[in-house]
């Protein structure tokens, strides 16, 4: 577990610890849109994650831009943090 990690999306990063996932890497800050994310090793259990309650100022995403790493996961749109896995 990460400690910088917003609270929104702690419940999600325990979640996939705690299913096997480890966490490839840490990116703070990444950028303006994602000032802090979570890279996970393997695909995120999106069928899992459902079976939570996720908080309002959660979204899901995909990327499908070649130029970056192929990825899909989850952002708060409070603070922007990040968690993704391979898509």
């Known amino acids: 577990m990460d400690e910088r990690l917003c609270n929104t999306l702690q419940s999600i990063l325990e979640l996939e610890l705690a299913a096997g996932n480890s966490i490839e890497s840490i990116d703070a800050a990444a950028g303006t849109a994602c ?6 090793k393997h695909r995120i259990n999106h069928q899992s994650v459902s079976e939570i309650l996720l908080a309002n100022t959660v979204e899901k995403w995909q990327n499908t831009d070649r130029h970056y790493p192929l990825q899909s996961g989850y952002k708060c749109t409070k603070y922007k943090h990040s ?3 391979p898509s």
């Open 35 to 40: 000032p802090f994310a979570i890279n996970l």
């Open 83 to 85: 968690i993704a896995g």
